[in-house]
């Protein structure tokens, strides 16, 4: 993103319980709890924020003159997850989005969209 030019990522996980976890990372802190495991699937429920949703794109105006977008916001989200060992990996996550910002850098304006909700499906191997 074009207004981070670096973002210091660490943090502490800690495993309160065998089944329960809690990752205090920057810069996406979550509680994860195992609700089941076997060899073949383990299914886990999680909640936690995002703290630098968004990102930065080249952009043509429609009178053709070049810009950069950069969309930034703040999430939380609860999360479901099925993961089987060296096979795909399902995630669903429903949560909310706010302190949102579009800002061109062309432009002095920075729009401030509303809060909304947000459902996101990951599929990951």
């Known amino acids: ?16 319980r065998p ?3 809690l ?3 920057m810069p996406n802190p979550r509680i994860s709890h195992v609700v089941s495991a ?9 909640t936690g924020f995002e703290l630098f949703g968004g990102n930065s794109w080249a952009v043509s105006h429609f009178n053709t003159t070049q810009d950069t977008v950069t969309y ?16 795909l990996r399902d995630t669903i996550e429903l949560g909310y989005a706010f302190a949102r910002t579009v800002e061109f850098k ?11 909700l947000m459902l996101q499906w990951v599929g990951s191997y």
């Open 72 to 87: 930034r916001d703040f999430r939380y989200v609860v999360g479901y997850e099925c993961g089987r060992p060296g096979r």
């Open 106 to 116: 062309n432009s002095p304006q920075i729009q401030h969209p509303a809060g909304t």
């Open 23 to 25: 990752q205090l990372l």
């Open 1 to 16: 993103r074009q207004d981070v030019p670096i973002l210091p990522a660490g943090g502490l996980i800690w495993n309160i």
């Open 19 to 21: 089944e329960t976890q």
């Open 38 to 46: 076997t060899k073949e699937q383990c299914h886990m429920v999680y």
